[in-house]
């Protein structure tokens, strides 16, 4: 396999005939490269005007190998073979370097070229490309490759340091400066126009402004220098791979390429690999220009239902500089604003957040001074209960966390996850699949009001406590909508039609005449399985109750998987008590949990943990005698729409309990809530 490496332009602030003299000072020797033993020069060449010099140059190097590795090949040193072409008229210096030892089975070409900038004939570029095929070194291919690459780095990240370091050596023994090449033959007037004297110096903030602008713009490769100031330390692999999918995108789209940030994030995506980011990022810009992403922060207008009751919004930034958006989703009406304003504008408010994140990390990166790829989010649960868990709205989620995933990777820098109720782990359970595993890594998990402890592991670790929003009990005032129940007023009739047929296919429909009770039968033989339900109540009142009656071991129980692919749990049978009336359920039944009465209009989610092998009950009861517990309207059916299902534990195991026991003042979800 080849190895190839393309780096990004690295510069010099220093005019070229100056970094010339440096660069000559590297041989025979240079001690700050230990394995450079040495060179010998094969040839030397130059013209007759002396503007063009060709040197070829055969140099030693240590194998600095592994004593094994070094027995087994049979040598402690290498052979290179280097040509250096320098055009001094044009100011242009050409190296190509290929290995001698070992060309049978392995080809080494370094390619590199020192140049004047083309902003600032004052300074001076470099940039390089390198391949490596190891064809057959018996056996040892693999490990060749890494340790050759390893070296080569190396190697790579001290070229600049030498360059500098014998440039810091001429200016202590007086040489500053070093008079451009001139051609004996020509006149001294024409010599003039290189002449750097001659040229404006802007200050080496605005020449370097300018020069980012360039590189920005794609005149030119990328600089290390840019890199390292607007995208991050990267090593010479990745520095190579953007450089490489730069070029492969510049191939694909000509000049219409995303920005360098957008590059890397989805570089970093798909671990580095060129041809996944390249796909990737081209199914992402189709994406974006069929639904017109960017005229997004332009032309979409917020819903007023949204700005009255959606918990949502920017909030000053976290410690490491990020953007900070703070969702209090225990507070939302998951099914009010899927109702009133629908999905696929429930997705554009979320798409037009991350489009605000961009710009704000944007923003970001040039106030502060360094990178600022990434934004943070903190979501509040107080208030989080089954309601969130309407199945609708779940659906509604999980699409926007895959949309989100496939064209805004590596934008989330942290996720704080704040007062986690008990009912979380199953809304986490139902999620996290959908969440790639590096965001995954990112979520950090509170419990009641632990992250108010000081000390490591509190909020202020992550936030500075002046900005900590005072519904957390900071003293920073958050300015967002408090959410709430959205009127029913405000529901758009069309979306009612489309939901009720679409929940018709999930939901069955039921009529309670006065005293009748509804009953479905779960049999579980799966302790720690999770049962849980989703019911309306369409008409009048019902009262709602769990029962159990533990497994008397006489009778075969179902696992929870074939109650699963049976689809609902067994068919209504009057051997298994599923009733329409009023018959009596057959042994000894507790309540697992407590009655609750639902009233006209209420929508009902729940849970249990079915800890014990037996038999579940969900009951529904349009009460005959209701004494205090609701008005008694004779001749009134009550009509319900409900949905269950089970959920194995295979799905929980060191999770369900992990979130209700917790004591510690927070948890990763990789480490605590995902096995």
Excluded at 193 to 209: F, M, P, Q, R
Excluded at 501 to 508: A, T
Aim: glycine share 6%; hydrophobic share 35%.
């Amino acid at each position: 396999m080849v190895q190839q490496y393309q780096s990004p332009v690295r510069v010099y602030k220093h005019p070229f005939p100056l970094v010339m003299m440096a660069y000559e000072r590297r041989f025979p020797t240079c001690p700050q490269i230990p394995v450079f033993v040495g060179c010998e020069i094969v040839s030397d060449e130059e013209s007759k005007n002396g503007g063009l010099r060709v040197t070829e140059r055969r140099c030693k190097l240590n194998v600095e190998a592994p004593y094994i590795l070094k027995k087994i090949i049979g040598v402690d040193f290498v052979y290179f073979i280097q040509k250096n072409v320098l055009d001094k008229r044009n100011c242009i210096l050409e190296i190509e370097a290929f290995n001698e030892s070992f060309s049978s089975r392995v080809t080494v070409i370094e390619k590199c070229r020192y140049f004047i900038h083309p902003e600032n004939s004052e300074w001076t570029c470099f940039e390089q490309t390198a391949s490596l095929d190891i064809r057959n070194f018996l056996g040892f291919e693999n490990s060749m490759e890494k340790f050759a690459m390893k070296q080569y780095a190396q190697n790579i990240a001290k070229g600049k340091e030498i360059i500098e370091y014998f440039i810091d050596e001429l200016k202590q023994e007086g040489i500053i400066y070093v008079p451009p090449w001139q051609d004996p033959n020509e006149d001294s007037a024409k010599d003039k126009e290189h002449d750097v004297e001659n040229e404006s110096i802007h200050s080496e903030k605005e020449d370097y402004a300018h020069a980012d602008s360039k590189l920005q713009n794609r005149e030119m490769q990328f600089s290390s220098d840019y890199i390292e100031r607007y995208l991050g330390k990267l090593d010479m692999i990745q520095e190579s791979k953007l450089v490489q999918l730069w070029q492969s995108m510049k191939e694909l789209r000509g000049n219409s390429i995303p920005g360098d940030a957008t590059l890397l994030r989805f570089l970093r995506a798909t671990e580095f690999s060129v041809e996944k980011a390249r796909e990737m990022l081209t199914q992402s810009l189709h994406w974006r220009k069929k639904h017109q992403i960017d005229k997004l922060l332009e032309e979409y207008e917020v819903p007023q239902v949204v700005k009255d009751y959606f918990p949502g919004g920017w909030h000053h930034f976290d410690k490491d500089g990020r953007p900070l958006y703070i969702l209090r989703l225990g507070q939302m009406d998951v099914k009010g604003l899927l109702k009133s304003i629908g999905e696929d504008d429930l997705l554009l408010l979320a798409l037009h957040i991350c489009e605000e994140g961009l710009l704000l990390m944007e923003e970001a990166t040039t106030v502060s001074g360094h990178p600022v790829a990434q934004w943070s989010l903190l979501i509040d649960l107080e208030g989080l209960n089954m309601r969130h868990l309407w199945r609708p709205g779940i659906k509604a989620l999980l699409r926007i966390i895959e949309i989100v995933e496939n064209n805004y990777p590596e934008t989330m820098g942290r996720v704080l996850i704040m007062r986690a109720p008990r009912c979380f782990p199953i809304l986490w359970t139902l999620i996290s699949t959908f969440i790639n595993e590096n965001t995954r890594k990112k979520f950090i998990f509170y419990c009641g009001t632990n992250y108010q402890e000081p000390g490591p592991g509190s909020l202020s670790e992550y936030i500075n406590p002046e900005f900590i929003p005072d519904f957390l009990g900071g003293s920073s005032e958050s300015y967002i909508s408090e959410g709430g129940i959205v009127p029913k007023h405000l529901y758009k009739m069309d979306l009612e039609t489309a939901s009720g047929e679409q929940e018709q296919n999930l939901y069955h429909s039921i009529s309670l005449s006065r005293g009748q009770i509804h009953r479905v039968i779960i049999h579980s033989n799966d302790p720690g399985a999770v049962l849980t339900w989703d019911f309306d109540i369409m008409r009048h009142n019902a009262l709602f109750t769990v029962l159990f009656q533990a497994n008397d071991g006489n009778k075969h129980l179902p696992s929870v998987k074939e109650t699963i692919s049976a689809g609902v749990s067994e068919s209504l049978t009057d051997e298994d008590g599923e009733l329409l009336g009023t018959k009596e359920l057959k042994g000894h039944f507790i309540k697992v949990e407590s009655s609750v009465v639902c009233h006209d209009g209420e929508s009902i989610q729940g849970s249990h943990i079915m800890q014990e092998a037996g038999i579940y009950v969900l009951q529904w009861h349009n009460q005959d005698d209701v004494g205090e517990f609701l008005p008694s309207i004779s001749g009134h059916k009550a009509q319900l729409m409900y949905f269950y299902e089970t959920l194995p534990s295979i799905h929980y195991r060191g999770s369900m309990m992990s979130l209700q026991s917790a004591v510690s003042a927070k948890s990763e979800a990789s480490s605590s809530l995902s096995r």
